[in-house]
């Protein structure tokens, strides 16, 4: 061949080569380009998830949740099969309880906030946030939560036997509960306030501790829940206050109860209470016994000074019972009920009490001992320009 056929052979070469690389590069550049979109809209996407609008039509954007799950609502609808009424386990003051289960077939507690709850976004975010930061057997552990325009929703690991309550106050299921289980279950609780008082990253007063609020796995084992109330604190001793007391009657602590202040040992008391519950069985609120009008705290008072105490345990215990851990626990128990809140112990010195052998010391008139005293806090709270939701137990 000539020169010239050969040099515009060898150009035509070079520019095919050329338009091969730019649609090459072009093709890069559109991928990237699209790949890139699809990142911001599913980034767009995750955090529009963590927006809530509350009932008032507020928006407020979740931050630092990070290490929590987040489940589509789509996802947590497929679960409980809808919301079906056969799913439903229970209801708080959050709102209703449903047993649901996931893709990967675990079993879980799903938590769904009712839009007649006077709970909302400040519990829902409360729980979300404190909750995820809390690793402890003698908690439920807070799996993921779940945010769609005003559904809020938290999903829990499933508890087999459900609160302790059902248990304690059922003349049938009470029964289940021998001596050393309900030993166990109190000092399960111990473990898991002393936890939140002072061992987790955060300080938390939990502030609506009472046994419905107690959860037993497949083993008995207790573990706390609900921490839509709990709030964060620094120092052992340090006194919050409020003018929105929320509570149960029955577990408040009278300073919360009448001055709307708040601490840890506001939690102590709750825990005396729930201490006497689980020995006698009985509820705190609605007691009643034909020779006085003393409520639960203030029958075990009388039989304190009396030197009676093991009256106060429960019948179904006496083939289980070991007498020594059930006067230590009834004395405990009264020492965390102490009228005034300097004296009653911290929850560390509470379990090293239960543990030891040693002599305690004695304990001094419980607050609310009668039904009659807490007719008293409404009118003396009002006095005093405070607001008081009291919930009942469930």
């Given amino acids: 061949m000539v020169a010239s056929e050969l040099s515009g052979q060898s150009s035509f070469k070079r520019k095919n080569e050329v338009l091969t690389m730019l649609s090459v590069s072009s093709a890069a550049l559109l991928l990237s380009a699209v790949a890139y979109a699809c990142r911001r809209k599913k980034k767009r ?31 947590i609808a497929k679960a409980t099969t809808n919301f079906s009424i056969d799913n439903k386990i229970g209801e708080g003051g959050f709102g209703p309880v449903y047993k649901g289960v996931l893709k990967d077939g675990q079993v879980v507690a799903v ?23 809390l690793q402890h057997r ?8 779940c945010i769609h325009g005003k559904e809020m929703i938290l999903i829990y690991e499933y508890m087999d036997n459900k609160s302790l309550d059902l248990f304690l106050f059922d003349e049938t299921r009470s029964l289940m509960l021998n001596w050393p289980k ?16 002072q061992d987790s990253r955060l300080q938390i007063i939990h502030r609506d501790l009472k046994a419905g609020n107690i959860l037993l796995d497949a083993e008995m084992n207790p573990k706390i829940s609900d921490f839509g109330l709990a709030r964060k604190f620094v120092g052992q001793d340090d006194m919050a206050k409020t003018k929105n007391v929320i509570g149960t009657y029955g577990y408040i602590s009278p300073e919360y ?29 609605g007691f009643s016994h034909e020779g006085h009008s003393d409520n639960l705290l203030g029958h075990a008072w009388r039989l304190y000074k009396e030197e009676k105490s ?3 345990m429960s019948a179904s215990l006496r083939n289980s019972c070991v007498v020594s851990e059930v006067l230590r626990s009834i004395h405990v128990g009264l020492l965390c009920v102490q009228h005034h809140a300097e004296d009653r112990p911290t929850m560390l010195s509470a379990v090293l009490m239960l543990i030891s052998e040693s002599s305690l010391p004695p304990p001094k008139q419980p607050a609310f ?4 005293s807490y007719g008293e806090i409404q009118s003396i709270s009002s006095l005093n320009d ?7 137990p469930r």
């Fill in 310 to 312: 093991i009256e106060l």
């Fill in 111 to 133: 938590k769904r906030l009712s839009e007649t709850s006077q709970q909302g976004l400040d519990e829902f975010k409360n729980e979300v946030i404190c909750v995820a930061k």
């Fill in 45 to 75: 996407i995750h955090k529009k998830g963590k927006e809530i609008i509350d009932k008032d039509h507020t928006s407020v954007q979740m931050e630092n949740l990070d290490e929590l799950p987040f489940f589509s609502l789509n996802e």
């Fill in 257 to 285: 109860a009448v001055h709307g202040r708040f601490s840890v040992k506001s939690d102590v008391f709750s825990f005396g209470v729930i201490v006497l519950e689980i020995v006698s069985g009985k509820k705190n609120r």
């Fill in 138 to 145: 003698n908690l439920v552990k807070l799996l993921g939560y």
């Fill in 386 to 392: 405070y607001m008081i939701t009291l919930m009942y």
């Fill in 369 to 372: 001992f009668t039904e009659e």
């Fill in 182 to 197: 309900r030993f166990h279950i109190i000092h399960g609780i111990a473990r898991g306030i002393l936890y939140l008082h």
